[in-house]
C-alpha cells in the first residue's frame, strides 16, 4: 500500500532561519513524489517534483529512498512561505497525499 | 478565467438529501479527479477520469457517490442520501496526459459541503 506521512501538523519558525517540512512515504516501487502549497484563500498548487529537481521560491526536496524520504528545506524562510503543504506521491494516475503541515513564519 | 471551477463554493443541505457538485476543468485536460478533503486531513482519492470514462473509481466510499462526465469536459460529482459524515470540501483537479505529461494537478477552489 501507498503512504505519505507528515508528521508535523504545525511547524513555527521565525524569519530568516532554516525550515525543514518532513515527508515520508511507503511504496514497493520507484516513487515520483511532489509537494503542493496552499496559500490563505488559494487554490492548491504544485510547488516542486523530485524528478525535475528544481528550486521553487527557494526551495528544494532530495529524494532519499535509503530513508524513504522527501524532506522540503528552504535556508532562509520568508514571511510569504506561510501556507499549508502538502507531500504527494504518484502511482500511476493516483495522487496519493499526506496530511499536511502548516507552517508559519514569524516576522 | 483559464483555472478549474467548481460549483458551487459553498452547499448546505440537510441529512438525506441530494446534491450535485460540478467540475469545469481547464480546456483541453482530459484527465479529471475528483477528492474529498475532510478537516485536518489530506486530499482523498475519490475518482478519476479520462476522457468521457470512469477509469478508476476505487476511492467512492459507497454507492452513494456517483460522477459523471458525459462529453469528456465537465464534470458532475453527485451524492445521493447525505450523511453528516459527508462535510468535507470536494476538490476537482485537472491534468494533460500524454507524452511529457508533468503530472501536475490543477486544482479548483472546491466546494464545501455541510450536511446538517
Known amino acids: 500500500a501507498q503512504r505519505v506521512t507528515q508528521p508535523e501538523k504545525l511547524l513555527s519558525v521565525f524569519k530568516g532561519a532554516p525550515v525543514e517540512l518532513k515527508c515520508n512515504y511507503s511504496y514497493s516501487g520507484s516513487p515520483e513524489l511532489f509537494w503542493y502549497v496552499q496559500y490563505s484563500r488559494q487554490r492548491l498548487q504544485l510547488l516542486l517534483r523530485h524528478i525535475s529537481r528544481e528550486s521553487i521560491k527557494g526551495f528544494t526536496a532530495d529524494l532519499n529512498k535509503g530513508e524513504t524520504s522527501f524532506h522540503l528545506k528552504k535556508p532562509f524562510a520568508q514571511e510569504e512561505d506561510s501556507a499549508m503543504y502538502y507531500c504527494?506521491?504518484?502511482?500511476?494516475?493516483?495522487?496519493?497525499f499526506g496530511t499536511g503541515t502548516s507552517l508559519t513564519v514569524i516576522p | 478565467g483559464a483555472g478549474v471551477s467548481q460549483t458551487p463554493s459553498n452547499k448546505v443541505t440537510e441529512k438525506g438529501k441530494y446534491v450535485e457538485l460540478r467540475c469545469d476543468p481547464i480546456?483541453?485536460?482530459?484527465?479529471l479527479y475528483w477528492y474529498r478533503q475532510s478537516l485536518g486531513q489530506g486530499p482523498e482519492f475519490l475518482i478519476y477520469?479520462?476522457?468521457?470514462?470512469?477509469?478508476?473509481d476505487s476511492g467512492l466510499p459507497n454507492d452513494r457517490f456517483f460522477a459523471v462526465r458525459p462529453e469528456g469536459s465537465v464534470s458532475t460529482l453527485k451524492i445521493q442520501r447525505t450523511e453528516r459524515g459527508d462535510s468535507a470540501v470536494y476538490l476537482c483537479a485537472s491534468s494533460s496526459q500524454g507524452a511529457g505529461n508533468t503530472g501536475e494537478l490543477f486544482f479548483g477552489e472546491g466546494s464545501r459541503l455541510t450536511v446538517l
Open positions: 480546456s483541453g485536460h482530459t484527465a
Open positions: 477520469f479520462q476522457g468521457t470514462g470512469a477509469a478508476d
Open positions: 504527494a506521491l504518484r502511482r500511476g494516475v493516483q495522487f496519493y
